[in-house]
């Protein structure tokens, strides 16, 4: 089934996002081959140009390398996986502090109201 997007990202982002994810969470463990472009490209259903945007913009960060012919793996270095997750989440805390600031929600209502989901 191909992937969905939003209107609002290019699409070679949100790409580039699920795929550094998929690093994150270790779908795609220290080492491991990423699947092909045309692989990526089908499962999207996008342009193989778009997804090799996308693998591109992760060899920059270094969560990808390539082995020429052989294909694209994930980096081994720990710290640069633990590095992007740790961004990624402070991602998330700031899109959710933006959004509970715009419904004017105190930070002692969001610690109580954390502590209440968690427990």
Known sequence: MAWSFDKHTPVYL???ERI???IIVGNYPPASQVPSVRQLALTAAVNPNTVQHALTALEAEG???SEGTAGRFV???AELIASARHTAAKELVDEFLKQAASLSISRD??????EEETT
């Open 109 to 114: 209502e969001l610690i109580k109201m954390i």
């Open 14 to 16: 949100q790409i580039a």
């Open 63 to 65: 969560l990808i390398y």
């Open 75 to 77: 980096t081994t270095d």
């Open 20 to 22: 550094r994810n998929e």
